[in-house]
């Protein structure tokens, strides 16, 4: 089994003495050395949660050590990347707050140069907070959304929003602009510069999801209603955003949102055979996305299938992983740092690797036994890709490890012991 190279001590070091340094301007420390640009030689750290636990620990990813382990208030749900990369966002839906961990690797644009920074990771003072934080909706180093799903439940109900943040405002300890919605209900909030896209539910809606998307535009700290879009999608579902495009996972195949200018967009349906409820894209695969959808009701097989989603030709064509069987269920998936490998991990700890080749997707590689035993419940395997070089990670939360793969080469590079099991893990750092 071939082992990760690790880099030589002196590089580590010297990226530790470039460090002390300087000292961190984001979030509103001084910097006493700007004169030129700072370039430090760093894989990143990785974020991860324990199961049923409130420690996330930031692996430090030079070093191959705990950096540290910062207690969070509850158990976290789900872990993501900010914006810019620098903070893990650890969302605790059920007590309506998120958190934030500066990972402590981070890259400031000083106007005539690049400034990268390495320093001890930290828990952040500002806690984002609404009622049932539930959709990450992400526009890729600019800004991200939270869309609050609300509570019906509630005495009195409590009604859904969404709050936009940036990197500076994490550090600022503020959102940058909020809005509610008018009753609870489990939607998306997909900010594109100054629009936001968000839901609403005809009155004749086939079940409790979103069947519009209503089109806002921002001014300052809040968002004015513009339209509604004119396709439907009943049993809204998923989103993502990269290039000019937008797309939500409907009942029929996916609403496709064209940003055809800083106010307005275009919208159509892309059809599929299945209903599309998960969907993933690339930054750097602009108007490219993989829908993911299940074939089948349980107690009879169930089995994940796949489309791409091309959204300048406006339609879908499915995906079929080598040896892909009736039954066979999607447990994670992900792409690498270049967007043109994807990974789906299978419910027997199966990887398989699509490869972009020009226009389409096509199997480069099928990994048996990458994650040897897989869980029967959760918390299921995370893959994660690491945006300063070519490695993915898997967690193994029933081997209690992390898998590193080499995402060049499609090997098996390491198996990490971490002594514990992992719920949740992100990459974070400077991307190259």
């Known amino acids: 089994m071939k082992t990760r190279t690790i880099r030589p001590l002196r590089h580590v070091l010297t990226a530790l003495a470039a460090a002390t340094l300087v000292v961190a301007c984001g979030g509103g420390d001084s910097d006493s050395n700007r004169d030129g640009a700072t370039t430090i030689d760093t894989s990143g750290r990785l974020a991860l949660t324990e199961k049923d636990s409130k420690a996330l620990r930031v692996h430090d990813l030079d070093s191959n050590t705990v950096q540290a382990t910062h207690q969070l208030d509850n158990v976290t749900a789900t872990?993501?990347?900010s914006p810019g990369g620098r903070y893990a966002v650890a969302v605790q839906r059920l007590q309506d707050q998120v958190q934030f961990v500066d990972?402590?690797?981070?890259?400031?644009?000083?106007?005539?140069?690049?400034?990268?920074?390495?320093?001890?990771?930290?828990?952040?003072?500002?806690?984002?907070?609404?009622?049932?934080?539930?959709?990450?909706?992400?526009q890729e180093g600019k800004q991200a959304a939270f869309f609050m799903d609300g509570d019906a439940t509630a005495t009195p109900a409590k009604n859904a929003g969404v709050r936009l943040f940036t990197e500076a405002s994490i550090a600022s300890?503020?959102?940058?602009?909020?809005?509610?919605?008018?009753?609870?209900?489990?939607g998306l909030g997909e900010p594109v510069d100054n629009k936001l896209l968000t839901v609403s539910r005809a009155a004749d809606a086939l079940d409790t999801l979103p069947t519009h998307l209503n089109l806002y535009q921002r001014s300052?700290?809040?968002?004015?209603?513009?339209?509604?879009?004119?396709?439907?999608?009943?049993?809204?579902?998923?989103?993502?955003?990269?290039?000019?495009?937008?797309?939500?996972?409907?009942?029929?195949g996916v609403l496709l949102v064209k940003h055809t200018s800083a106010t307005a967009v275009s919208d159509q349906k892309v059809s599929?055979?299945?209903?599309?409820?998960?969907?993933?894209?690339?930054?750097?695969?602009?108007?490219?996305?993989i829908g993911v959808a299940s074939e089948g009701v349980a107690p009879a097989p169930v089995t994940t299938r796949f489309y791409a989603?091309?959204?300048?030709?406006?339609?879908?064509?499915?995906?079929?992983?080598?040896?892909w069987a009736t039954g066979t269920v999607r447990r994670a998936h992900g792409f690498d740092r270049s967007g043109t490998r994807f990974y789906i991990l299978d419910n027997?700890?199966?990887l398989i690797v699509f490869q972009r080749q020009g226009n389409a997707w096509m199997n480069a590689a099928r990994i048996s036994g990458a994650v040897p035993v897989m869980p029967t419940a959760a918390?299921?395997?995370?893959?994660?890709?690491?945006?300063?070089?070519?490695?993915?990670?898997?967690?193994?939360?029933?081997?209690?490890k992390l898998v590193v793969l080499n995402s060049s080469t499609n090997a098996i590079a390491a198996r990490r012991d971490l002594g514990y099991t992992p719920s949740n893990a992100v990459w974070l750092g400077i991307k190259r």
């Open 379 to 400: 918390p299921w395997p995370v893959i994660t890709a690491n945006g300063a070089r070519d490695e993915v990670y898997i967690t193994d939360p029933a081997g209690q």
């Open 79 to 81: 872990l993501y990347a």
């Open 220 to 252: 300052g700290s809040s968002y004015t209603f513009d339209r509604q879009l004119g396709t439907r999608c009943d049993g809204m579902h998923g989103s993502f955003s990269s290039g000019n495009y937008t797309v939500a996972g409907c009942s029929d």
């Open 272 to 289: 599929t055979p299945l209903r599309v409820g998960t969907l993933a894209g690339h930054p750097k695969l602009p108007g490219q996305f």
């Open 103 to 138: 990972a402590g690797v981070w890259q400031e644009d000083h106007v005539d140069h690049l400034h990268d920074y390495k320093e001890a990771s930290k828990m952040m003072g500002f806690k984002l907070t609404g009622s049932r934080p539930t959709h990450y909706d992400l």
């Open 309 to 323: 989603i091309d959204g300048d030709a406006a339609n879908s064509t499915e995906l079929i992983p080598t040896g």
């Open 348 to 350: 027997l700890g199966t």
């Open 173 to 186: 300890g503020q959102v940058v602009a909020s809005m509610d919605l008018s009753a609870p209900i489990h």
